[in-house]
């Protein structure tokens, strides 16, 4: 039961480079999120989608992108990478709604240098 | 305006006492649910419990207590007779149109 997936665990990038994060659920959960996890600062919500092919900016939404074609997969765009995008990311899914306990990935750490 | 508070940023105990982590939120939702999430030093977040808005009563599992006040607007987690294995971030978090959450206190228990 693998839960909820992210790829890669770690990646540093190039200043103006880009990349997707890869998350996939196999809960059949309707609900999708994308944390950042800054030191000291807790986590942040950047996008989240309540069911395939429909997604809502979060608290944090700029310079990022995602898509939700499927009810499994929810990946992260980050374009023209900018080192106040290095973090951790942590992509979770709920069942139903945001009210349900969210189940999270291990996470990516994600340097830009 | 911060909508979920985690005043002690870090703690540390010596092993076998009693530990509470505060969390203040604020809220303008009559319904609305809580969480506590744990993440140990391996970096997963782990659910460890959900409270509703209209549900005051005290829960307990095991050496885990939650004590949830509504006309203060807290919802603290005591750990009774600490454990090593206690160490970690725990972060409360708020549910409204999507969660909040605080900024984590870090557990240190020593042996």
């Known amino acids: 039961n693998a839960g909820v997936t992210q790829t890669p665990k770690f990646r540093i990038l190039k200043i103006g480079q880009s990349m997707t994060l890869q998350c996939t659920q196999d809960m059949n959960h309707n609900y999708m999120y994308w944390y950042r996890q800054d030191p000291g600062m807790g986590l942040k919500l950047i996008y989240y989608?309540?069911?395939?092919?429909?997604?809502d900016k979060g608290e944090v939404p700029n310079g990022y992108n995602v898509s939700r074609s499927t009810t499994e997969d929810f990946p992260l765009r980050l374009e023209l990478a900018a080192p106040s995008q290095t973090s951790v990311y942590f992509c979770a899914s709920s069942y139903r709604d945001t009210n349900q306990p969210q189940h999270f990935g291990d996470g990516t750490r994600l340097s830009i240098l | 305006a911060q909508k979920v508070t985690q005043a002690q940023t870090e703690i540390s105990v010596v092993e076998k006492e009693d530990v509470t982590l505060d969390c203040v939120y604020e809220?303008?939702?009559?319904?609305?649910?809580l969480f506590w999430y744990k993440q140990p030093p391996s970096g997963e977040l782990v659910f460890l419990i959900r409270r509703n808005s209209f549900d005051e009563q005290n829960e307990i599992s095991g050496r885990y207590s939650w004590n949830f006040q509504k006309s203060t607007s807290s919802f603290n987690f005591t750990i009774t007779a600490s454990q090593v294995v206690d160490s970690a971030v725990y972060f409360c978090?708020?549910?409204?149109?999507?969660?909040?959450f605080g900024t984590g206190t870090s557990l240190t228990v020593i042996p």
């Open positions: 809220t303008r939702d009559t319904t609305y649910y």
């Open positions: 978090a708020l549910s409204e149109a999507f969660v909040y």
């Open positions: 989608s309540v069911g395939a092919g429909i997604t």
